[in-house]
């Protein structure tokens, strides 16, 4: 073997350890406030339209607060999409792109403006019916 061929064998292979290592390594910690969009489970509005909860892991509840007058109901022809571009975490609104849908092709784009997670305290406050299922 060639001297600069010997010297490139562990710089390849110290770029293909960190490559694997950087597929492995988790997302943000959700102890940070990040979610994953594949964990989010369920959501519902408020009772004045201006909110949305979002059941994430079947235990955890997120407030998203959205542009007033918004509107929101939570029908049964009704279903909340969110565009996923680049990482599906969901750490601050910015990384929210939602859009209210129903099955006749209606389409009503909402705009978040802030997102928190819950206490347990605060999701048991919640009415009955703002409780995301």
Not at 47 to 75: E, I, N, Q, W
Not at 80 to 96: E, F, H, K, T
Request: net charge positive; charged share 25%; hydrophobic share 40%.
């Amino acid at each position: 073997m060639t001297m600069g061929l010997k010297r490139l064998i562990p710089a390849i292979a110290a770029i293909a350890l960190g490559a694997a290592a950087a597929q492995a390594a988790p997302g943000p910690d959700a102890k940070a406030g990040c979610f994953s969009t594949r964990s989010w489970d369920g959501w519902s509005a408020s009772a004045d339209g201006d909110t949305l909860y979002l059941r994430v892991d079947r235990r955890d509840v997120y407030r998203v607060d959205l542009t007033k007058g918004s509107h929101v109901r939570k029908d049964a022809d009704r279903f909340l999409i969110n565009q996923v571009r680049g990482s599906d975490w969901v750490c601050s609104p910015l990384d929210l792109q939602l859009t209210l849908s129903d099955h006749q092709g209606f389409r009503e784009p909402l705009i978040a403006r802030a997102l928190r997670k819950l206490t347990p305290q605060e999701v048991a406050a919640l009415p009955a019916k703002e409780r995301p299922r």
